[in-house]
């Protein structure tokens, strides 16, 4: 975590809450007590704040200062509204492309996925505020910067999400070798919000439920599956190949 980037502290951290900074996510340790702790964890819960239960040894390694039992990573960007981000966009361009990470959790696949929608021109990407990977120094170097001219989005619920680019004429398309299409045989060229899944588990079972469509890429060996990072590549490149 980059110094630059950390706030410790309850205190410190509860008031950084409290004025609306984006947080990344806060790690307190375990067995904390205390009515200023009970305090910050009843913020945190409310403002759903990602946060978890660490040995005091990891907080030590975050910071050597007097930590209170609790180290908070600020984002080094601005997070945009669903709304005004769906409905800027679908008012400027009449065929966008959105990007959806369904708990993708490796900060370095985030970043690689940053940078190669940002060359696709994707239009916003969309993450969950919790379980999402953190946007930190290895997120900004491994997106070559491109963290920082792309519009990301934290939302509580990716249905929600995905509800509401539907409701606004938005088509939802999942990548998961469980389809039975291809995705060569999926329309792309309509606004599209790709859904890509976790690099353990893919997309949420509810979530695919509820999306319109959802495709494979074809495999030609035994091994089941791509990098997260390398099969959004593919799948972005699809859509710029059907718009053009």
Do not use: W
Request: proline letters at 5%; one cysteine or more.
């Amino acid at each position: 975590m980059e110094k630059e980037n950390q706030i410790f502290g309850i205190r410190a951290i509860l008031e950084a809450v409290e004025a609306g900074k984006d947080i990344d996510k806060v790690f307190i340790q375990k067995e904390a007590q205390g009515e200023l702790m009970s305090d910050l964890l009843k913020s945190l819960r409310k403002n759903n704040i990602n946060f978890s239960y660490v040995p005091v040894e990891k907080l030590n390694r975050l910071t050597p200062k007097n930590h209170q039992g609790a180290v908070a990573s600020i984002a080094p960007i601005s997070f945009v509204g669903l709304e005004p981000l769906i409905e800027g966009v679908l008012e400027a361009k009449p065929n966008p492309l959105f990007l959806i990470l369904d708990q993708i959790s490796d900060a370095r696949n985030f970043g690689a996925i940053i940078r190669t929608a940002a060359c696709c021109g994707v239009d916003g990407i969309i993450i969950s505020k919790n379980g999402a990977a953190p946007v930190n120094g290895d997120t900004v170097k491994t997106s070559a910067g491109a963290v920082f001219n792309i519009p990301i989005c934290k939302v509580d619920h990716i249905k929600d999400a995905i509800f509401y680019l539907q409701s606004s004429g938005v088509k939802t398309i999942g990548a998961t070798e469980k389809a039975e299409k291809e995705i060569y045989d999926v329309e792309l060229n309509t606004p599209l919000a790709i859904v890509m899944g976790s690099e353990e588990r893919g997309i949420n079972p509810s979530v695919l439920k509820i999306i319109d469509e959802s495709a494979k890429l074809p495999m030609s060996s035994a091994i089941a599956s791509l990098n997260v990072s390398v099969a959004c590549g593919a799948f972005l490149y699809e859509a710029i190949r059907q718009r053009r």
